[in-house]
């Protein structure tokens, strides 16, 4: 794998892009995605280059699925937001239930602008937030695609292992009170693995694994 510490995120990317031998095409359909999100918010943006270049680590460490498997998916999990009220998605103090309600659009969203090219990562983001606590969406579209079954499988993996990577990233560089009402500040690193823990007790090895490998 290669260093990327010091460089900027979308010096990563384009690191990355090199790295997983992305053909020029296929670079041009997610840039132009992510391009979508860029210019509604900066934050959401820079949080989707993060996930999927903590997707493409994480996969490469656990050898579950393959980079490009974590990689796209999560650079286009939040695509959904470029049709999210800016209001809400924007909003540092005083998320409220009317705010949530409206993200909650955000995985219907993205696999409506997604399905058709990237079709993987649509069935993913799809699923991703189904893991949480009062997961969403309620109602998940028929596939337009016929997936085989290890596909389907793939799929689900995907998207468990995305919502850990995603959950993450949200809770050590948040900017907002979404975890706790008029606090902006980030938690210390305990209170985040702990957060983290509480919320996916299902993942616990693979967290303390990624903890450990100071991959988290």
């Known amino acids: 794998m290669k260093n990327m510490e010091n460089d900027s995120l979308e010096a990563r990317l384009l690191k990355s892009y090199e790295y997983l031998e992305i053909s020029n ?8 995605y992510l391009n979508l999100i860029k210019y509604r918010d ?30 796209y998916p999560g650079l286009l999990h ?28 955000h995985p219907i969203d993205g696999y409506r602008i997604l399905r058709g090219v990237h079709d993987f990562s649509a069935r993913v983001l799809l699923y991703h ?15 337009d695609v016929d997936w085989s ?10 998207a468990r292992i995305l919502s850990v990577i995603d959950f993450y990233d949200a809770a050590t560089t948040r900017k907002n009170d979404k975890f706790v009402s008029g606090v902006i500040e980030t938690p210390d690193k305990d209170k985040i693995k702990e957060a983290i823990l509480k ?3 299902d993942q ?5 694994q990624l903890y450990n490998q100071g991959i988290f």
């Open 25 to 32: 095409e296929q670079r041009e359909s997610i840039n132009t």
């Open 42 to 71: 900066i934050e959401t943006y820079e949080h989707s280059i993060r996930v999927g270049l903590k997707g493409e680590e994480v996969a490469e460490f656990t050898h579950i699925i393959e980079p490009k498997g974590l990689f």
């Open 78 to 105: 939040d695509v959904g937001k470029a049709l999210t009220n800016p209001k809400s998605l924007k909003k540092k103090i005083g998320f409220d239930d009317k705010d949530k309600k409206e993200l909650k659009k």
């Open 129 to 143: 937030h189904w893991f949480q606590e009062h997961g969403y969406p309620e109602h998940i579209p028929h596939p």
């Open 149 to 158: 079954k290890g596909s389907e499988a793939m799929i689900m993996i995907s």
């Open 199 to 201: 919320h996916n007790p």
């Open 204 to 208: 616990e090895y693979l967290i303390n």
